[in-house]
């Protein structure tokens, strides 16, 4: 039986020519026979796809978005995606290992000011106008010469490239209104989040959580609410609905493996809640992910 870890999960990135110990890497889209990838797949580090020049579909995490002309995707670890383009394909890839990242932000959570790259992020792409691709390519061109002259002290000059970048960026990325409206909410939305990635296997009630929170239930759905528009059940159950479709997309789990790994104690039942969530059985689910781009 194939298990989750052992379907395609790059742990280290050689597109520029990385080995070893992985820190950084940074190539040409268009240098590397391997990209794109139109088959899911996850990475062990953050993965940013710079489109100059592409057209086409991407799927993270079981949602599709479009590939326009100067697309910046923004991948976290552990994010299952697969990407294809119906004409070549220009720009950049640019990773990079979570050891790198601490290392300009020693404090996890900073990670924070980067929404892209944050846990409670639902919108993983700019999309850049012509004049904002034209003021930001020179920085990724300054980033390319600096990976390739290998000279002392590279990487620190990279991290001070990316780092400039990366702010630059989150300066295009625009908040929601309820991100500003409700500050307080909204805080306590993405901690909500962040534990429902801790503990979404072992917790099955908006009440469990709420506690662990120090909060209580109703206080915890009207945040909640306010700043998603959903409850806080429906967000649980998004999680466990995303854990299910990895586990039916990347795996050969029969259906009943998948319901008791995900604490459901009747596999007839967890197929009635995968229907429902998404009108789709396991089985067809499973069937149109399994090759997305044929």
């Not at 991948?75 to 990242?101: T, Y």
């Not at 990347?250 to 319901?259: F, K, L, R, V």
Request: proline letters at 5%; aromatic letters at 14%; charged letters at 20%.
């Amino acid at each position: 039986m194939t298990d989750i870890e052992d379907l395609p999960n790059f742990q280290i990135s050689e597109f520029g020519g990385a080995k070893g110990s992985f820190l950084f890497d940074f190539a040409p889209l268009q240098s590397s026979s391997e990209i794109p990838r139109p088959f899911l797949h996850r990475h062990g580090y953050y993965h940013i796809l710079w489109m100059t020049n592409a057209c086409g579909k991407h799927i993270i995490d079981f949602e599709t978005f479009d590939i326009n002309q100067h697309s910046v995707f923004f991948l976290s670890p552990g994010q299952v995606h697969a990407w294809s383009s119906s004409v070549q394909a220009s720009g950049f890839v640019i990773n990079f290992s979570a050891e790198f990242f601490l290392q300009m932000f020693p404090k996890m959570e900073e990670l924070a000011e980067f929404p892209f790259f944050h846990i409670t992020n639902s919108d993983p792409v700019l999309y850049l106008s012509s004049q904002q691709h034209a003021e930001l390519f020179p920085l990724l061109q300054q980033i390319e010469a600096e990976f390739n002259d290998s000279l002392l002290g590279r990487y620190d000059v990279v991290r001070s490239y990316l780092l400039i970048l990366l702010t630059k960026l989150r300066r295009l990325h625009k908040p929601r209104q309820t991100d500003l409206a409700l500050p307080k909410s909204y805080s306590l939305t993405k901690r909500f989040k962040l534990l429902i990635e801790q503990r979404f296997l072992e917790f099955g009630s908006a009440q469990e959580y709420a506690a662990l929170l120090l909060v209580t239930e109703r206080r915890l759905n009207e945040a909640v609410k306010s700043t998603t528009g959903r409850t806080a059940t429906q967000l649980i159950h998004d999680r466990i609905m995303l854990e299910a479709k990895r586990l039916l997309a990347q795996t050969d789990m029969g259906t009943s493996e998948i319901a008791y790994r995900l604490n459901f104690e009747d596999p007839a039942y967890f197929c009635r809640f995968f229907k429902k969530q998404i009108s789709l059985t396991p089985g067809e689910f499973r069937k149109k992910f399994a090759t997305p781009f044929q």
